[in-house]
C-alpha cells in the first residue's frame, strides 16, 4: 500500500516540491526542457522557479504492434533524433521488420505533429554549453526518457540533470550513466505505476502545454 503521506497533489504540486531541490542551479542559468505532455506541467514550476526558459524534448514510446502498451523502444527528436530499440523485447514479442517500420513510422510521424504544435515557428534552444534539466512527471521504466537523454547528449550541454517527482530505484539506477546528476523525490522501493502517487494525474491535453510553454516566457519568477 502507497503512503498517503508520500503522494502529491498534482504535477504543479509536485514541480514546485522538485523546484525546492533544484535551487542550488540557478545561479547555473539552466534551460528546462520537459516530456509532454504531463512533464510540461512539472517543467514549468522548475522553469518559473529558476527563471529558466522552458522547452520541450518530444519523445514517443514505441509499442508493440499487437500490444501497444508493451515498450519495444522508443523516439526521441531534437537537433540530433535518437532511436532506441530493446532487441530483447522485440525478440520477445516476435515483431516482423516489416511491423517494426511501421511502429515507427506512425510514432515518429505523431511525434513530429507534437513538436510542430507545441513549438511552431520557434527556433530549438542551444544547448551547447548550457546546463540543462530534464523533466518528466515520473517515470517507470525509463525507456523514453533514456532516448531524450542520449539525444540532447549530442547537442553538448555543460551538464546534463533528470529532475522528477517519482521513480523506481532500479531504473534511476541504470539512468545513471546517461547524465550527470539525479533529483528525484520519491523512490519506492515497491514501486507502482506513476499515476498513483498523485491524486490527480488527470491527462493533459495539448492546448495546456502550448499555454504553459508560452506563460513562462511572459510571466516573471515566483
Not at 526542457?33 to 514549468?44: D, F, I
Not at 518528466?136 to 546534463?160: E, H, K, Q, V, Y
Request: proline fraction near 6%.
Amino acid at each position: 500500500m502507497i503512503d498517503l503521506n508520500t503522494r502529491f497533489a498534482d504535477r504543479t504540486d509536485a514541480g514546485r516540491r522538485l523546484a525546492t531541490r533544484l535551487t542550488h542551479l540557478r545561479d547555473e542559468a539552466p534551460i528546462v526542457l520537459a516530456l509532454p505532455r504531463g512533464g510540461v506541467v512539472v517543467g514549468h514550476e522548475i522553469a518559473r522557479a529558476l527563471a529558466a526558459p522552458l522547452d520541450i524534448i518530444a519523445v514517443r514510446k514505441i509499442g508493440a504492434p499487437h500490444h501497444p502498451e508493451f515498450a519495444i523502444g522508443a523516439l526521441a527528436d531534437g537537433r540530433h533524433p535518437q532511436l532506441l530499440l530493446d532487441d530483447a523485447a522485440v525478440r520477445e514479442v516476435g515483431v516482423s521488420r516489416s511491423e517494426l517500420r511501421r511502429a515507427i513510422r506512425v510514432e515518429w510521424n505523431e511525434l513530429r505533429r507534437r513538436e510542430r504544435l507545441y513549438r511552431g515557428a520557434e527556433p530549438r534552444l542551444d544547448l551547447q554549453g548550457r546546463t540543462v534539466i530534464v523533466v518528466d512527471d515520473g517515470i517507470a521504466t525509463g525507456c523514453t526518457i533514456r532516448a531524450a537523454l542520449r539525444a540532447l547528449r549530442r547537442s553538448n550541454p555543460r551538464r546534463l540533470i533528470l529532475a522528477t517527482p517519482v521513480a523506481p530505484p532500479e531504473t534511476l539506477a541504470l539512468l545513471c550513466d546517461e547524465c550527470d546528476e539525479i533529483v528525484c523525490l520519491l523512490q519506492p522501493a515497491a514501486f507502482h505505476a506513476v499515476a498513483l502517487y498523485y491524486d490527480d494525474f488527470e491527462q493533459t491535453i495539448d492546448q495546456e502545454v502550448v499555454r504553459l510553454l508560452e506563460d513562462v516566457q511572459t510571466a516573471p519568477p515566483e
